[in-house]
C-alpha cells in the first residue's frame, strides 16, 4: 500500500512563502520509484470544493491551477522519494488544506488536476492571513 505523508503547512502572512513537501513510501516491487508515479497537490478550503493545484509526471511534465500560475512551482526529488510544491506570493484565497496525491502511470508525459488518484495523504494546513 502507498502511503503518501505531506508536510510543510503553516500559518503565513500575505505575501510570503512556503514549501510543502510529499513524501511517498510504501512502493509495490523493489526498484519501484515515485519517478512511476504521477503527483498531485491539491487543496480544499472550508466550504469549498477539493480543486486541484499542481501536478507532475512521471518524465516530469508539469500543470498548474490558473490561480497559482507564476507562483506556485512543483518539483521532484526522485533519490527522496518526494514531491515539493513552493509557493510564493501566498494570498488568503490560497488557504485551505493541501493534500498529496499519487497514481501509478509510468513512462507518460501528462498528469492531471483531476482527483482521479489512488493513494492520498491526510493533508496539511495553510493559513494565508495577517
Known amino acids: 500500500q502507498l502511503r503518501v505523508v505531506e508536510s510543510g503547512g503553516d500559518l503565513v502572512q500575505p505575501g510570503g512563502s512556503l514549501r510543502l513537501s510529499c513524501a511517498v513510501s510504501?512502493?509495490?516491487?523493489?526498484?519501484?520509484?515515485?519517478?512511476?508515479?504521477?503527483v498531485a497537490w491539491f487543496r480544499q478550503a472550508p466550504g469549498k470544493e477539493r480543486e486541484g493545484v499542481s501536478c507532475i509526471s512521471t518524465t516530469a511534465g508539469t500543470s498548474y491551477a490558473d490561480s497559482v500560475k507564476g507562483r506556485f512551482t512543483i518539483s521532484r526529488d526522485s533519490a527522496k522519494n518526494t514531491v515539493y510544491l513552493q509557493m510564493n506570493d501566498l494570498k488568503p484565497d490560497d488557504t485551505g488544506v493541501y493534500y498529496c496525491a499519487a497514481n501509478w502511470n509510468p513512462r507518460s508525459p501528462i498528469c492531471t488536476l483531476r482527483p482521479n488518484y489512488d493513494s492520498w495523504g491526510q493533508g496539511t494546513q495553510v493559513t494565508v492571513s495577517s
Open positions: 510504501g512502493f509495490s516491487r523493489p526498484g519501484y520509484t515515485l519517478t512511476f508515479y504521477m
